[in-house]
């Protein structure tokens, strides 16, 4: 099993642009999260999703959109990148017990 | 408010010394968990408890629902420990509470 599947580890972003941070797990897990972590401050929740075709926006959502076609993937879509978003990202999975994390993806807007 | 504080917020001790990190939580919740990260890293799961006690190797975790409180103890520290620790709580809709971190430099 290869876990949580994060891509890209590394990104640069011109304001205004917009791109796409892919997940996968292959756990069939249920839950799946996006969080952000920004310095000093605990992981904040943007997205979450309970299941395929289900998902519901979290503490920071503006700015971000998610889907959930398969149980499998749960891409976070930037729009308009602005500089606030500069952060590290992670995607987590879960169903009843401990989560699972990706490697994470640095994202800096400039 | 932050509904989970830990402590200390960085802590620095000598290879072989017994760490204590603290976090104190202040809603109900379905499990408490410990993260580790390691510096530029990713997030890994090490614990989760719901009562009492659970060891791995040379980490110990406790929470005493009660009082709202868990401890992580690494004993016979070593400079591999050397990394970020995160209390996180679940709640019920399986959404999480995370603290701050504590940032562990184990010295040789």
């Known amino acids: 099993n290869a876990g949580v599947t994060q891509t890209p580890k590394f990104r640069i972003l011109k304001i205004g642009q917009s791109m796409t941070l892919q997940c996968t797990q292959d756990m069939n897990h249920n839950y799946m999260y996006w969080y952000r972590q920004d310095p000093g401050m605990g992981l904040k929740l943007i997205y979450y999703s309970v299941g395929a075709g289900i998902t519901d926006k979290g503490e920071v959502p503006n700015g971000y959109n998610v889907s959930r076609s398969t149980t499998e993937d749960f891409p976070l879509r930037l729009e308009l990148a602005a500089p606030s978003q500069t952060s590290v990202y992670f995607c987590?999975?879960?169903?009843?017990?401990?989560?699972?994390f990706g490697e994470g993806s640095r994202l800096t807007v400039l | 408010k932050n509904e989970v504080e830990q402590s200390p917020q960085n802590l620095t001790a000598q290879e072989g010394e017994f760490i204590t990190i603290n976090c104190s939580y202040s809603v109900g919740i379905s499990a408490l968990h410990w993260l580790q990260q390691h510096p530029g890293g990713g997030i890994v799961s090490l614990f989760m408890?719901?009562?009492g006690k659970k060891k791995h190797g040379r980490l110990i975790a406790t929470i005493n629902i009660q009082e709202k409180h868990s401890s992580l103890h690494i004993t016979a520290s070593h400079p591999r420990d050397s990394a970020v620790y995160i209390c996180a709580v679940s709640i019920a809709g399986n959404q999480f509470y995370f603290g701050t971190g504590t940032s562990l430099t184990v010295i040789p």
């Open positions: 987590a999975s879960r169903n009843t017990g401990e989560l699972f």
């Open positions: 408890l719901s009562s």
